[in-house]
């Protein structure tokens, strides 16, 4: 895609969604961190509905901790993979309080040795808690990427890191909301709704979909 598209691109989604950020539903960066480890193959729906009574129970590390593993499934069993979920957290909980004093690092290279933290958790989490112009590539960011050549790429990382070098400055805080939602409610993955997409005139897509 042509830079001055990319820019165009970027304008009219920010004019779409001045502020965008996450579904997920959290008050704090160690809330966050939790709900994003719990999202992995799960809906925003899902998880913030286990979160809700959750985080009324247990909102910080050591409370996390003091609640147990067992409750702690309890609480989110209606999410996929719970099982490992929760001792992934209580893991990370524990190296938290003992390491960190029970913050939540703000580095990418601390929050990717907590268990249950790959690359693009971490990089949720510096955009969304911290406010670094990261930019985690999921499902949806990877198909709109590729269909819009905007920035096509075989692997995750390798659509992450174009994107990193195509979007102008300006947008590149808010790149990763803005395209995730895109690619949730209007670029489907099934279905794409092409006759009310904002950027229809500037995508690569060769299968667009026609008005119904």
Request: proline share 6%; with cysteine; hydrophobic share 40%.
């Amino acid at each position: 895609m042509k830079p001055e598209n990319v820019r165009e691109l970027f304008r009219r989604l920010r004019a779409l969604n001045p502020h965008p950020t996450t579904e997920l539903v959290y008050g704090s960066p160690f809330e966050l961190l939790i709900a994003v480890i719990l999202s992995a193959q799960a809906t925003d729906v899902g998880v913030n509905k286990a979160t809700r009574k959750l985080f009324a129970r247990a909102n910080t590390a050591q409370a996390m901790l003091d609640l147990g593993e067992v409750a702690l499934k309890r609480h989110i069993s209606t999410i996929g993979l719970f099982n490992a979920k929760a001792q992934h957290i209580i893991a990370t909980c524990r190296i938290l309080v003992e390491q960190h004093g029970g913050d939540v690092p703000r580095t990418r290279e601390e929050l990717e040795q907590l268990p249950g933290v790959g690359r693009k958790t971490a990089n949720v989490v510096l955009n969304t808690a911290f406010g670094e112009p990261t930019i985690a590539v999921d499902t949806h960011i990877f198909r709109v990427a590729n269909r819009s050549g905007l920035a096509p790429g075989k692997t995750v990382r390798e659509v992450e890191d174009r994107l990193l070098k195509v979007v102008p400055a300006e947008f590149r805080k808010d790149a990763h909301h803005w395209l995730i939602l895109h690619g949730r409610y209007v670029c489907k993955a099934r279905k794409p709704d092409c006759p009310h997409c904002p950027i229809r005139d500037l995508c690569a897509f060769r299968s667009k979909t026609l008005p119904a």
